[in-house]
């Protein structure tokens, strides 16, 4: 199964807001290099809802020629079930290993709802899935008991990526329900991780600019937990500060521009961009707090 550090991979633009590849390149280059146990394109910070499907289908194919064996999770989904199956068949035929799936959100689907939307995906679909459970974004909550209902009912349900906060509490519910039947990710840029790796979960889903601050907290919880928990204490601050609501995608992009991976930190709309001060903060940030990214270009 999938596990570790799995990071979300930033989408790179030119500064004319065109697609760039080569600048994807280097970033995927730099997370091999690093030892992801597996990437993760078209979430949130990969600004995935402002992708073409020809942008998404270039993007997919560039990282997929790079990465071999490593295992590639591809956000997929739709605001009916028919959608999200038409959209989960298409990363499948170009490659992805998984599938990640947000509930359906334009109209608000109740318990019933999410469950046949759900049963319509995996009686439809063979690739594995991932659900993200992410009401922050969707403004969908979905109840333990019905997570629950639906990976026992339907196999090809593997993993669900828990970001409702409180996300311990809800790792935990679903890890005494579950146990190792479904693999248990972390997100929200890994701002509780290790919480959650105490109350079980398999891997995590950051951002992609620090992946050797996540490894080094993995590796540790295996052999000093003690170590672990001052690690992710360091970096708490870094962690936090990139999962600010509208400018969290430019403060990654911000950090892969800096470090000469990314010829832009171009966003689109309605993503933000940094204004000085807050560039200004990050610069003071990552000057204090050292990353692989950054010690590259020393």
Known sequence: ????NVPILATAFTEQGELDLASVERLVHFLLQQGVDGLALFGNASEGYALTQDEKQALFYCVKKQ???????????GASSAVAIDEINRVQRWGADIAMVNPPAVVKPGPEELYRFWRDI??????DIMIQDAPLMTGVTMPVTTLVRICED????KYIKVEQPPTTLKI?????ALGDRVGLFGGLNAGFLFEELCRGITGTMPACEFPDVINTILHCWH????AA???FYRY???LRYGVQPGIGVAIHKTVLHRAGIFSSDYVREPAKSLDEITRLELKELTDALPLAVLERQA
């Open 122 to 127: 995996s009686q439809a679909c063979s690739i």
């Open 154 to 157: 339907f196999p090809t349900i």
């Open 236 to 238: 708490l601050p870094f």
């Open 1 to 4: 199964m999938l596990k570790g």
């Open 67 to 77: 990465v071999g064996d490593l295992p590639l999770v591809a956000a997929a989904g």
């Open 223 to 226: 052999q000093d937990r003690k």
């Open 172 to 176: 935990s519910a679903l890890k005494q």
């Open 229 to 231: 928990q001052s690690h």
